[in-house]
């Protein structure tokens, strides 16, 4: 996907197009896998724990668990983000878990 379509489906106010908000599940575009929302809309906490580069980390797909200090790894990009490289699931950042903001959130998966 373009630059351009980033801003114009998921950037925020400064980044040339997008909501200023957080919007409901479903009303954007669905990416290649049919799912909605998982870039852009708001950063999502991941299971693993934040660690400055992959050196240790598991390769069966499982979260990285053992924790290197406070902060939990969030992915996505939110729908202030000013530039379109942060609105890729393959971003990472770490946050304190127990931060709270209005463009952070979570990924609830229901495994039947």
Known sequence: MSVEFFRAEFGGPDAGGGDQYAHVVGEKTANAFGLFDMNGNVWEFCQDWYHNDYA???TDGSAWESPMGTFRVMRGGAWYSTDAVYCRSAF???CDPDHISH???????RVP
């Open 56 to 58: 240790g980390a598991t």
């Open 92 to 94: 990472r950042n770490g």
């Open 103 to 109: 463009g952070i959130g979570l990924r609830v998966v």
